[in-house]
C-alpha cells in the first residue's frame, strides 16, 4: 500500500514553469512504476510521463521535451519539472502508482492502483 501526496500546483502565465512534486508513504516509491496524469473538465485522463521501477522514463508526445519526470528514492518523492507552459497545460494533475503489470501499456491508467487527490495546474495566455 502507498499513499500518494501531490503540491506545487498553481497560476503561471504561458511560458513559465512549475514543479509538481508527488510524496509517497507507506511503501517506497522505488518498487513502483510511477505516472504524471493530467486531467482537464470535460476530457479523458491523460497520460503525461512514467518513471519505472528500473529507472527508465517515457513521456506523452504532447509534454516530451517540455516535461521532465524524476524520481528521488531517498526522499520516497516523484517530481514533474514543468517548462515552456501553455494554457492548453491547464488541467488537474495526478501522480499514480502501480505494480507490474505485464503487457499493458505505461500509459493506461486503468492499471494504477494508487493515486493522488491531484493539484491544480492554470496556465493563463
Known amino acids: 500500500q502507498v499513499h500518494l501526496v501531490e503540491s506545487g500546483g498553481g497560476l503561471v502565465q504561458a511560458g513559465g514553469s512549475l514543479r509538481l512534486s508527488c510524496a509517497a508513504s507507506g511503501h517506497t516509491v522505488g518498487i513502483y512504476t510511477m505516472g504524471w496524469f493530467r486531467q482537464a473538465p470535460g476530457k479523458e485522463r491523460e497520460f503525461l510521463a512514467v518513471f519505472t521501477r528500473s529507472g527508465s522514463t517515457y513521456y506523452a508526445d504532447s509534454v516530451k521535451g517540455r516535461f521532465t519526470i524524476s524520481r528521488d528514492n531517498t526522499e520516497n518523492t516523484m517530481y514533474l519539472q514543468m517548462n515552456s507552459l501553455e494554457p492548453e497545460d491547464t488541467a488537474v494533475y495526478l501522480c499514480?502508482?502501480?505494480?507490474?503489470?505485464?503487457?499493458?501499456?505505461?500509459?493506461?491508467?486503468?492499471?494504477?492502483?494508487?493515486w493522488g487527490q491531484g493539484t491544480q495546474v492554470t496556465v493563463s495566455s
Open positions: 499514480a502508482a502501480r505494480q507490474p503489470v505485464p503487457g499493458t501499456p505505461y500509459s493506461s491508467h486503468w492499471t494504477y492502483k494508487y
